[in-house]
């Protein structure tokens, strides 16, 4: 699929690599900060939940996701709605991909 304003292909899910699920700080639709969901087996998940997720709160509204890569860019990918695939019923919300900015990329390496 091609972006018809920048001639570049626009970011798909089916033909990016998924890099995990993270938690995200954003604000007015720009990722700030991004922590993993991934931790070691001797460590508290919730525990680490609670605190990540309050750390993010300081610096915008937090959101859980998914990490994608796509050519050589990252993006952040909110879940719509705790429980999507509940009700079959209930209409799909669109998913809307956030480009971490260049200065932020860096840091996940």
């Not at 604000?27 to 087996?41: A, G, H, K, Q």
């Amino acid at each position: 699929m091609i972006d018809e304003d920048s001639g570049l292909k626009a970011f798909s899910i089916e033909n990016s690599v998924h890099l995990g699920k993270a938690w995200a700080a954003l604000r007015d639709d720009v990722v700030i900060s991004v922590v993993s969901m991934l931790v070691p087996n001797d460590v508290d998940f919730e525990a680490f939940r609670i605190k990540s997720i309050a750390a993010l709160e300081v610096l915008g509204t937090t959101k859980a996701g998914d990490l994608y890569g796509f050519e050589n860019d990252t993006y952040f990918v909110a879940r719509p709605h705790k429980h999507q695939n509940r009700n079959k019923n209930k209409e799909r919300v669109p998913i809307k991909p956030l480009k971490l900015s260049t200065s932020l990329k860096g840091s996940l390496k």
